[in-house]
């Protein structure tokens, strides 16, 4: 690659990067990047070289690019340090890159040339700042000590402005402060930072001594920026001229105060409060025009800017860190509150973003006086302070509801924060006794309820269309009016209570009639009243109130299922499931709530998402109702049926589930006899097995099994979510009609084997077969395993083995004969799937592969501690499997020395200590002797030894409740051994842990327990020991 070495080669490289049809673009690019990464001092000195030329030669085109990127190549050097900490730029090339700045830019040389008529653009002229803030950064206040000096001095000559340098100056001077900011000020991570902050301050610090705030450099600085604002301001109100610098002049007020609230948070306050600024924010707030005047970006007029500024001024005067006290004393002699209030009416409200700041500022205030209100209303004593808070907190509640009932749900959205306090102070103050001149929450809180109340109403045109960013805002905000509601209801229920009603009486109209906000917006109130209720849950304790239950009644009894909207009919289901236990004690006012869920307002709605919604709801009604339900099941099975069989109102498949899991609820939970859940069961079942009877008789079925494949999963589902009303108690009948679906699955398994729906969907089928047939389901199973295990994928073979593990816990003994022929085809399914991550080869595995790996093994484990927990270890010894048991034991005991995982060990032990105990008995004639003597032989001579040495080693905590399990394994084998096999721990101890013979007291204890919790109490003090040691 051509190195650039002169100003020439970087010029036209500079020139080929940022010019987008340039074939060398990428080329020159590269070039640039090995001149940063490889000049010492990353290719400073000749990019200011290119900056010098050109500005000496002012080449007008392209030369904003070159300036910018040379500046930017700059920028990333004077970030770079050497080994001792020293920036890679050198202090000449620095300083020549300062004078170049002073005298082309700021133009303090008046024999330069100022061939410009215009000023540089504005991402230039941020660049310039941030480059001159590091150059303050690293030479401030050694050697570089005037630096803010000059810079003051520059900008205070001609502070009105009378030429374009006199604008540019003033621009560059913000620009530098504002770049300062974000390098030194809200940079913490640099103690070199704190101390330039402290130095300017006039802290004592280790760069100098203190000296009075009023002679500090801040107070230079301040001093300069709020002179900027004041000398210009009026200029930003005249009307613009397309003169040469004419908008930067009009906009010199808006960026010094952008500035300054940067400089305020830490800074001196008292720098800041006087009465001439606090009245010039609020004159801008005042004089804040419209945002739609020459707004082509969305930030408003220039007074609207500059009176969103001024805000950001006092939220951050009123967020300053101070005492409690000087806090309050600072907003009320200030009078923020007063001012706010006269000016609020004032501000164009269509530049809305003032109106949202305006908002936070009252929150930030009134946050701060709630606080201080609480700690004085504990006094007992009424005080002057509380006296002199009380006009102000009366004007904080004026201006809070302006803000919260404002048209505008982020203005009133930013007012949130401030409704939760007061109603956290209203609570406070119900505690206690509140004297009767003094100020008190409780006359405003219906106030509240109201506002909150009329903002919960959605606009006329909300589309409730959940996918839409805007009306998704909409919901947010809502959900926060709601938890408000909440806390007004768990402080003061009846309060909440009677609000709710009074919001119905006013409804003298059928209630199907009522606009859509409105009723939407009451029907709230009803759902979410439980939320706030006390004890939990609420919704069964607020059922305990008359009145409430009286609105629930006349609810039901209301024509509100004629109304409209759909989100109506949603909402009104929903309380009825929420409150269902009203309709179990007054079944009469069942049959309107499931007529109109059931039928063409709920399950049969022309609109897809009252369909969806209605199939969930009855679901859970059917759920809570159960046996009450029992004089409704043929219509609701009848209308479900209908709908399921309907083409014209198409449903999603997981709608149509939850609809047959709601038909097997109401057959197997509603008390039907069992010739009528036969019936019924006959009625829903069969039609649904010829239907799958027919699919597999399709003659394209192997061939298209993409298409079939999700109609056949589909299938298996529903007849799997049918099974749960059965899982309780059912009739040899129903077994019999559920047991005839075990072949037609069967079926689909072995035309679809590889697909993964199908798989799936069947493997919860047999979960559920399992749990409904008993031992009938075992016929089937084998078949159903084999072809599972065979097909199986790293994804599914989690859910293949717990079924198995649920055929062995389930079936026990029993379950022999179906388990035996594959349990080692499982492993070797599981061990394949290990080899096919690893290679072969397991060694230096990335960290996902060793968590996959892990995952593996742990499902052998897991499958094996299943079998012989579930007395099935004869599988283990069968003539087809007697062969492999060696590896298998093996590489159990491989988990349980080797992964340092505690839960696998313990797993790994676990199936040891259950073979112990099955094994090491003399009469057991299922235990081949050849095989126990092996058994005996792995267990004392490899496993044993092997493990004792993993509890000495340093990573092994006995404090670890994980760890001590695994401890707690090792000694139930050992016990079983001492008392099933006769060993002598002693012995055997001694043998194991040569030359630790001065406390081999402990193994003669060991020997002597005669109860398991003895030994493990008495083996755990001894690895105490012996680990202390």
């Not at 005080?383 to 509801?401: G, K, Q, R, V, Y």
């Amino acid at each position: 690659m051509e190195v650039i070495r002169t100003v020439e080669q970087l010029q036209q490289c500079i020139l080929d990067a940022v010019d987008p049809l340039s074939k060398s673009k990428n080329i020159a690019s590269s070039m640039i990047n090995h001149m940063t990464n490889t000049f010492q001092d990353g290719g400073a000195q000749l990019c200011i070289q290119l900056m010098k030329e050109v500005f000496e030669k002012s080449v007008q085109s392209q030369v904003d690019s070159l300036i910018f990127f040379a500046l930017t190549t700059i920028q990333r050097g004077l970030n770079k340090e050497t080994n001792n900490g020293e920036c890679i730029v050198t202090y000449d090339c620095r300083l020549e890159l300062r004078q170049l700045i002073y005298r082309y830019v700021f133009r303090v040389d008046t024999s330069t040339p100022s061939q410009r008529t215009i000023i540089m653009p504005i991402f230039l002229r941020k660049k310039i700042g941030i480059v001159f803030s590091q150059l303050i950064q690293i030479d401030f206040p050694q050697p570089w000590h005037s630096a803010f000096t000059e810079l003051v001095h520059l900008c205070e000559t001609g502070m009105t402005c009378s030429c374009v340098v006199d604008i540019l100056r003033k621009d560059l001077f913000l620009l530098v402060l504002d770049g300062f900011c974000d390098e030194v000020v809200e940079n913490t991570s640099l103690e070199r930072n704190t101390l330039i902050k402290d130095y300017m301050r006039g802290m004592e610090c280790s760069l100098a001594s203190s000296v009075p705030v009023a002679k500090s450099i801040s107070a230079e600085i301040l001093h300069s920026i709020l002179s900027i604002f004041h000398a210009n301001v009026q200029v930003m109100y005249t009307p613009r001229s397309n003169a040469p610098g004419a908008l930067e002049w009009q906009k010199l007020p808006i960026l010094s105060l952008s500035v300054l609230k940067r400089f305020i948070s830490w800074l001196d306050i008292s720098l800041i409060l006087t009465e001439n600024n606090i009245a010039l924010f609020f004159e801008c707030l005042n004089r804040a025009g419209p945002g739609d005047v020459d707004d082509g970006h969305g930030d408003g007029s220039l007074a609207s800017q500059c009176g969103l500024e001024a805000v950001h001024c006092l939220k951050e005067i009123v967020s300053k860190g101070m005492e409690q006290k000087k806090k309050i004393e600072l907003i009320m002699k200030v009078n923020f509150l007063q001012q706010i209030y006269i000016d609020f009416d004032r501000v164009d409200g269509t530049h809305i973003n003032i109106v949202i700041k305006i908002a936070e500022l009252v929150t930030n205030i009134g946050l701060e006086l709630l606080h201080f209100y609480d700690t004085k209303s504990k006094q007992t004593e009424h005080t002057s302070d509380a006296t002199a808070l009380t006009p102000h907190m009366e004007i904080l509640m004026n201006l809070f509801f302006k803000c919260f009932s404002y048209d505008d749900i982020d203005v009133s959205g930013a007012a949130i924060p401030l409704a939760c306090q007061i109603l956290t102070s209203f609570q406070k103050e119900r505690q206690k006794h509140v004297q009767d001149d003094a100020f008190n929450l409780f006359p405003y809180i219906p106030q509240l309820q109201s506002v909150m109340y009329q903002q919960m109403k959605y606009p006329i045109d909300f589309e409730f269309d959940y996918e839409d960013e805007n009306e998704a805002e909409e919901e947010v905000y809502r959900s926060e009016l709601r938890k408000i509601n909440q806390t007004i209801t768990r402080i003061s229920p009846q309060m909440s209570l009677d609000f709710l009603c009074n919001t119905f009486s006013k409804f003298h109209t059928h209630l199907s009639l009522i606009q859509t906000k409105e009723i939407e917006a009451a029907l709230r109130l009803v759902y979410h009243y439980c939320e706030g209720i006390r004890p939990p849950p609420g919704n069964k304790t607020a059922l305990k109130n008359h009145q409430f239950r009286d609105v629930l009644i006349a609810l039901h009894k209301s024509d509100i299922t004629s109304h409209p909207h759909r989100e109506i009919l949603i909402l009104y289901y929903d309380i009825a499931v929420r409150y269902s236990d009203l309709l179990q004690d007054m079944p009469e006012l069942l049959p309107s709530v499931l007529s109109a869920i059931s039928g063409n307002k709920g399950l049969q709605h022309e609109h897809p998402r009252v369909r969806s919604r209605s199939c969930y709801l009855l679901l859970k009604l059917v759920k809570a109702l159960g046996p009450t339900l029992r004089p409704t099941v043929e219509t609701a099975i009848a209308g479900i049926q209908g709908l399921l069989s309907n083409q014209v109102l198409s449903l999603h498949p997981d709608d149509s589930l939850y609809l047959f899991e709601t038909i097997g609820l109401l057959l197997g939970q509603t008390d039907l006899g069992s010739k009528q859940q036969h019936q019924y069961l006959l009625a829903v079942i069969y039609p649904h097995i010829r239907m799958i009877e027919a699919l597999l008789m399709s003659s394209d079925l192997s061939s298209n099994i993409e298409h079939y494949g999700p109609q056949l999963a589909f299938s298996v589902a529903a007849i799997a979510f049918i099974t749960k009303g059965f899982t309780k108690r059912r009739s040899m009948e129903v077994q019999d009609i559920l047991g005839e679906t075990m072949a037609p699955c069967l079926k689909i398994l072995r035309a679809a084997p590889e697909n993964n729906d199908v798989r799936n969907k069947i493997m919860i089928y047999l979960q559920r077969m399992i749990q409904c047939l008993g031992d009938k389901v075992l016929v089937y199973m084998e078949e159903f395993l084999n072809t599972l295990i065979a097909r199986s994928t790293q994804e599914d073979i989690l859910d293949v083995a717990q079924v198995v593990h649920q055929v062995c816990l389930k079936f026990r003994e029993i379950a022999i004969p179906t388990v035996e022929p594959i349990i080692l085809p499982l492993l070797e399914k599981v061990s394949a799937f290990i080899i096919e991550i690893t290679g072969g080869v397991e060694n230096e595995m990335a960290l996902y592969q060793d968590t996959e790996i892990l995952h593996f093994k742990k499902i052998m484990y897991v499958s094996l501690l299943q079998v012989v927990k579930s007395n099935c270890t004869p599988i283990l010894l069968s003539s087809e499997n007697v062969g492999s048991l060696e590896v298998v034991l093996r590489t159990v005991g491989e988990g349980a020395l080797l992964i340092s995982d505690p839960l696998i060990k313990k797993t790994c032990l676990q199936v040891f200590h259950e073979l112990s105990e099955q094994w090491l008995v003399n009469d057991n004639a299922a235990s081949d002797a050849g095989i126990v003597s092996g058994f005996r032989s792995y267990l004392l001579d490899i496993l044993m030894p092997g493990i004792f040495r993993v509890f000495l080693r340093d990573d092994f905590n006995l404090k670890d409740a994980s760890h001590v399990r695994v401890l707690k394994e090792t000694t139930h084998i050992l016990y079983a051994f001492k008392s099933k096999d006769d060993l002598n721990i002693e012995q055997y101890m001694t043998t194991i842990f040569t030359g630790y013979e001065q406390i081999n007291g402990e193994f003669v204890d060991m020997n002597l327990s005669d109860t398991q919790g003895a030994f493990e109490r008495v083996m755990t003090s001894f690895l105490q020991k012996i680990k202390l040691k």
